[in-house]
DNA sequence: GCCAACGTTGGC
DNA sequence: GCCAACGTTGGC
């Protein structure tokens, strides 16, 4: 199973909504690598969902639980979106700070390329991340 | 609020 | 098809 990290600025969509919301249209990529990304999602594939611009931490778990299907926001046909479900907070979010300052991440997406809004995560990093953050598989 | 990175647009 | 100008994202 692949794992991947999705970012979202909190202002726009935020963690709380996610999980008010249960399961939720992942829309508004627009960005040609991302959507590769998204193409490759599996259904049941996990992934951290990362506080952009406000808090720049990763705050929880969410889950595939739809594949790419076209955009309803985007009126061209071009562009995919998933749906993702709200598997559960992380206790201890990880902070931006604490990826970059840890070696091991320096070849990780989210440090190299900070524009990119969906990215896969090796399993390395997933591990190390999950353990960063108390999150035990559910 | 500033600026670096980078994607997109448009003139040639 | 190149590249300068511009817009957007996101860290600081």
């Known amino acids: 199973m692949a794992h991947w ?8 969509f935020s963690w709380d909504q996610q999980v008010q919301n249960g399961t939720e249209p ?41 594949e790419a299907y076209p ?10 979106c998933v749906d993702m479900k709200a598997v559960g907070p992380l206790p201890k979010p990880v902070p ?7 070696p091991e991440f320096a070849d990780f997406a989210l440090v190299r390329m900070s524009r990119l809004s969906v990215m896969p995560v090796g399993d390395a990093h997933w591990a190390r991340l999950c353990k960063l953050g108390g999150w035990t598989r559910k």
């Open 26 to 66: 992942w829309t508004g990529v627009r960005n040609a690598l991302a959507s590769i990304n998204l193409k490759a999602m599996k259904r049941g594939d996990q992934a951290f969902f990362y506080h952009s611009n406000i808090g720049r931490e990763i705050v929880g778990v969410v889950e595939v639980a739809r």
């Open 71 to 80: 955009d309803p926001t985007d009126g061209t046909g071009r562009w995919v």
């Open 5 to 12: 990290l999705v970012k979202s600025e909190p202002d726009a």
């Open 96 to 102: 931006l700070a604490a990826i970059k300052a840890d």
